[in-house]
């Protein structure tokens, strides 16, 4: 952009930017006369027209750009990526980590997931994890779940004080039934909480109906008792849900 007369980007502006970036003191363009209206045209023709790349081509890039010597946050900052991302995306094309990079490209398998099943050491529980995921037995967070569960059985055993099990494969079915029993665990502890929840309920309704009788505010009174702790207030007159 240069002389007396002012110029306007018509389409190519992402093009512009990335040589601006890369410090380039010349940029090709072709010059041409459009009114207003055409000039919007063509603009709109380049978005719809515009090619969305794919996840491999991503990756590609930013291999080469790691290749280059860029670090991570570098990388991230080029391809307005997370630098989190950026870094997971290089232990899997380091590892040779093919089938859970297929995984991310198909867009099935985050790169949070891909990178949890990579740090498994065991092949047949990697293999187990991507089935029972991709064949919908278990969901992201479950599969999560699942993971932290399998280390800590195959670190400490089954019970607590127990020596290492020997290994043995793993298959959907097994982490599915690891999780059922972390999810059966838990119902008790919440259904212990709703029972406290219940009882604590009934305390505020009773307490409720209490304040709202003149003879039980005239015995406060005679006692001297003219105000009460201020989370049971809270509840009581609906400060807290």
Not at 6 to 12: F, T
Not at 171 to 192: D, N
Request: aromatic letters at 6%.
């Amino acid at each position: 952009m240069g002389g007396t007369e002012p110029y306007e980007i018509v389409c190519g502006q992402g093009r512009f930017e990335a040589l601006q970036a890369l410090g380039e003191k010349k940029i090709p363009c072709i010059v041409v006369s459009a009114s207003e209206a055409d000039r919007y045209l063509i603009g709109l023709v380049e978005n719809l027209a515009r090619r969305k790349h794919s996840n491999r081509e991503l990756l590609t890039s930013i291999q080469i750009l790691s290749d280059r010597g860029y670090t991570c946050h570098q990388i991230a900052e080029k391809t307005c990526l997370d630098s989190g991302y950026v870094h997971g995306i290089l232990v899997l094309l380091r590892q040779g980590e093919e089938r859970l990079i297929a995984a991310v490209e198909k867009g099935w398998l985050s790169i949070k997931l891909a990178m949890e099943i990579a740090r498994s050491k065991d092949v047949d529980l990697q293999q187990a994890m991507i089935e029972a995921y991709e064949s919908g037995v278990l969901k992201g967070d479950q599969l999560m779940r699942v993971r932290r569960l399998v280390d800590k059985r195959k670190t400490f055993g089954k019970r607590y004080g127990q020596q290492p099990p020997r290994t043995e494969k793993h298959t959907p079915q097994k982490l599915l039934h690891a999780y059922q029993i972390e999810v059966r665990r838990q119902k008790v502890m919440i259904k212990k909480s709703d029972i406290s929840e219940q009882r604590l309920l009934i305390i505020v309704t009773a307490m409720r109906k209490l304040l709202a009788d003149d003879y039980f505010k005239t015995l406060l009174r005679n006692e001297d008792i003219p105000d009460m702790p201020k989370p049971l207030a809270d509840r009581i007159f609906g400060e807290t849900p």
